[in-house]
């Protein structure tokens, strides 16, 4: 054999490994991104149903049949509640757009990007949320309690309703979004790390 045929074969070899190479680190990156966006989907399942929250909660109130009547407090119930709803739901719809932009088949940058954006959006808006919260209740219970006579049933009621509220917010900035965005932001990491080497 002579050297010019010993080259050859070298740099044949040569690129079949780098072009084996290259095909492992794309199917280790589409293995890598199925985690992030299998997470992301269970997001965007839960935007589309925030989507549909009004006619859910249509839905319930004419199921449950309850009986309103059209006094004072119901006008004043029904405005508090509409203040924080109806702002609560553009943020939603708004959301669900921030979830639909990105893109997993897209560059590492452009998914960070997407992600960085939603999560500070989605921290702002639950933050918000959670403190103009207490006038929907408030409002909810000037619509649905027409006569409040404090007895023991209400107040059991009023305490339920502080402990689920604030064990809402412990569990949603201790666990629900924090984490999400952490593991998210992790496993991204992970896909950006293999594209370096």
Known sequence: MELNELQK?????????????RIN????????ILKPEKRFNWMKVKAIFNLFS??????????????????LNFYIGL???LAVYVPA???DVRSFLLIRKIDFSGTVLSIRKGIFELEKYKIKTTRIRYIIMPFAILGALLIFIQKPIFNVAL?????LVVLVYISS?????????YELFRK?????AEIEELEKK
């Open 169 to 177: 917010i412990y569990y949603t900035f201790k666990y629900s979004i």
């Open 89 to 91: 739901y553009v943020w």
């Open 54 to 71: 009004p006619i859910i909660l249509l839905l319930l109130i004419l199921i449950m049949n309850i009986q309103i009547r059209l006094t």
């Open 9 to 21: 074969m070298w740099i044949q070899y040569d690129k079949k490994v780098s072009d084996n190479t």
């Open 25 to 32: 680190k794309e199917i280790l990156k589409r293995m890598l």
């Open 79 to 81: 405005a508090l509640f």
């Open 155 to 159: 107040i059991v009621m009023l305490v």
């Open 184 to 188: 998210l932001n992790k496993e991204i």
